[in-house]
């Protein structure tokens, strides 16, 4: 189950996903596609793929590690921008595929940072962010310093009204003040 945040992503992944011998699940989120990044050299090869069940640190951090998908990544790492201006060094993991999910890659950086906050617009019940918390708690509980949070939808259908999806799904704002808030813990 791939989740390109990114269209060098997107495009690695993709070819991971044709090449591979099982089915994979390709989602794609809307908000992304009128975005443009800068594509280095090394992923202009066009036999540059991306390895399924391999997370991509997108910032490095120490206070805390936040994993977030899909566009999520993007105000995980504006949060992060904003944050360390207040000195506070966030960690912003993009595990990229769900299945397989990278939890060795989430694990080492929880151990490093001892804060775990979880971001995706999936429902909070039975949501990806449970999985990540439980993963990382079997795992690595004795490195946490504070209880691992995670944002999501509360359980209501997404609202078509820009304003009211906004309120419902999480943002860079809600991010970083879930964040203040763990650091306080």
């Not at 060098?8 to 994979?24: Q, S």
């Not at 992060?80 to 993009?94: F, G, P, W, Y």
């Not at 704002?173 to 879930?178: F, L, P, Y």
Request: overall charge neutral; aromatic content about 4%; some cysteine.
């Amino acid at each position: 189950m791939a989740l390109p945040a990114t269209s060098m992503d997107a495009k690695g992944l993709m070819k991971a996903a044709i090449r591979d011998d099982n089915p994979v699940l390709f989602f794609e989120h809307k908000q992304l596609y009128r975005t443009r990044w800068p594509v280095p050299a090394e992923f202009r090869d066009p036999d540059h793929v991306i390895a399924l069940g391999r997370a991509a640190v997108r910032c490095e951090g120490t206070d805390v590690t936040v994993v977030a998908t899909l566009t999520m990544v993007h105000h995980a790492l504006a949060a992060a921008k904003s944050l360390a201006a207040e000195a506070i060094s966030v960690e912003v993991i993009d595990p990229r595929t769900l299945v397989p999910l990278d939890i060795d890659t989430i694990v080492a950086s929880v151990r490093k940072t001892g804060r775990l906050l979880a971001v995706d617009e999936a429902y909070l019940s039975c949501g990806i962010q449970g999985e990540v918390l439980a993963s990382v708690t079997e795992r690595a509980f004795g490195a946490l310093k504070a209880a691992p949070r995670r944002l999501g939808n509360p359980g209501v259908p997404v609202p078509f009204a820009p304003p009211l999806e906004a309120f419902v799904l999480p943002n860079t704002e809600r991010i970083a003040a879930t964040i203040r808030e763990m650091m306080s813990a």
